[in-house]
Structures are given as C-alpha cells and as structure tokens.
C-alpha cells in the first residue's frame, strides 16, 4: 500500500446525506415548471450530477431555457433547506478527524456547489477537517473529467493523493486523472459496478478507510 498524503473525497453519499432537501428543492422546482413530479427514487438517482444534467435525465429536455429556470427555482429551495437539513453519514466526521490528526491534507471535489459544501461543513462545527472545497464553481468541466481532481492535486502539492468516492462517476473520475481510488457503497452506485473500474478497495463502511 501507498503512504497516501492527501485525501480527496466526492460530497453526496461519501461524507454527507442531502437526501431530503435535494429531493424537496428538486420537486419544488418541477412544480413551480408545472412539469410532472418525479419519483422520489429517480431524484436520489441522480444525485452526484450537475443539476443540469439531472433536469435533462428527469425530465427529457435539454434545452437552456428550461435548465436555466430549473436551476434559478431549485436553488431558491436549496438556499431555504439545505444547509440545516444536510447530516454526516455514518462515521464520516470521525474518518476526517482521524486524518487531520494524522497530518493528511483533505479535500473535497463535488458536483455540488462548492460554496454551499462550505456552508454545510460551518453549519456542522466541522469547516476546519477541510483543507479545500472545489466544486461546479471552480471548474469548467465536470466529473468524470478529471479537472477538478488535478486542480486539488495542484492546491494541495500531493504526491500521493487518493480520490474517495460513491460513485461510477467518481470512479471514471478517478481513472481519467491516473488517481487511485476508493469506493464507498452508501450512495446508488452497486459494488459491482464500482468494482469493475480500478480501485484500492471498494468500503461498505467509511471507517474502514483508516486501514488502508
């Protein structure tokens, strides 16, 4: 095994649950569209990509007009429940603390807003287990490209990063930066499918990432 110096982790389904609010700002904003309602379960599947990409997926268009006004109206509802209703899933606090207090650099690279990730780590006590957020913000190109993935090399000088993620999206992440990669299995991706992309290990639990 590597002696990994940085540690970068994906957000939804990694480190966090936003099940409800993500659900609820995205029902909001169908509404408010007078589109149909989506499926709780189609919602949660579309978790961990751009929200444009995840109007297009529920709804079937691919128009700008219509993703621009899903995401002004799901945004008015995030801004609204998101930060107080987001959690830790598992033993995730417990995972970063045991990295900081082991020296390692830690990051985040999402799909999310990076501000907003900023904003739930505050509303934990728990900004300070973060080196550096990157989200949709700072990036031109979203995951699967590893953009992002190189940015947070770059800021975070490692010579030995490892990318922690719940998803095949994460996973091609991972592959197309030459990064190794951990899989988790609390998010909607199967172990199978995380299994079939190169990895160091795919985790049914967080914790156990302390021993790699």
Known sequence: ???????????????????????????????????????????????????????????GDDSEEGIALFKKYQKEKSDEITVPNTVFIGHAKEVLQTLKNRGKKVGIVSSRWGQRINDIFENLNSRELIDFIIGTEHVENYKPNPEGLFKMIDMMDAKNPLYIGDSYIDAEAAQNAKVDFVGVTTGTTPREKLESYPHVAVLDDLKDLLDI
């Open 1 to 59: 095994m590597k002696n990994y110096d940085a540690y970068i982790f994906d957000f939804d389904y990694t480190l966090a649950d936003a099940t409800n609010p993500v659900v609820d700002s995205f029902t909001y904003a169908l509404e408010k569209m007078n589109l149909e309602k989506s499926s709780r379960q189609d919602i949660i599947n579309t978790i961990g990509i751009p929200i444009g990409k995840s109007y297009t997926i529920l709804t």
